[in-house]
């Protein structure tokens, strides 16, 4: 506010005590004018390009792959084999489903288990081993042939001292095995 008044007011009265004509300090006033439009604008852009930019971090991290930390008591014993906490049950089992796409498959008009695509890297199906275009089958015997019944598994894998997960890679059957520590 004291700036304008000071462009307004002193800086006419300081150039006409210099010798400046009016016509000089009329010119003056129109570039000072200028300016200010100019600066308005350029903050407007910058407060547009902001939000602008707001706007498409909150987008990238919508389709990013959602990056989970590594579990740490999840231990590798070996191919297929996984050693797990029972604290950090819960927590696999609710993050499963964010970590891929789990569609019911269906083979010659009977459901035949749970394909599984767009597995994250770096999740929780990842780092047990899943990859893109695994079948699921079966969890600890269970045959997995629809929600109910992996409802059903899902309610066992809690209580349970291992889970192991039968599936289907390229026509091959395999199977995951998860022991459940205390």
Known sequence: MLRAIALTFVLP?????????????????AQIAELRALLAKSRAQQRALAADVSHLSAALQRFEPAREAKLRTLKKLGPGRFRLARSELQYVLNKMPRAMRIVPLVRNGQ??????YAIRP???ADQLGLKNGDLVVRINDSAITSPDLALKAYVRVLAAARAVITLERRRERMTITVEIKP
């Open 111 to 116: 459901p035949s288990g749970f394909k599984l």
């Open 13 to 29: 009265a300081v150039l006409a005590g210099c010798g400046a004509s009016q016509r000089d300090v009329r010119a003056l006033k």
């Open 122 to 124: 770096g999740s929780i």
